[in-house]
């Protein structure tokens, strides 16, 4: 899983999670969701697809 915000800029990643794990799943084990202040300004945010959580600053689409 890479975690990068609307500037491409890598933030957050995971190595070593289990192929078969749903990366929605392996995102509720990243830094970035346990600790979005250290990644991500006030006013900052990541796009995610719609089987990610829909956050604040984690913005998935409507289905």
Avoid: K
């Avoid at 957050?12 to 794990?21: A, E, H, K, T």
């Avoid at 900052?44 to 289905?63: G, H, K, M, R």
């Amino acid at each position: 899983v890479v975690i990068m915000p609307h500037n491409l800029r890598i933030i957050d990643y995971m190595i070593g999670v289990p192929g078969s794990l749903h990366d929605s799943t392996s995102f509720l084990h990243a830094q970035i969701f346990r600790h979005p202040q250290a990644f991500l300004s006030a006013n900052e945010w990541i796009w995610a697809d719609t089987a990610y959580p829909s956050l604040t600053w984690c913005v998935a689409p409507f289905e």
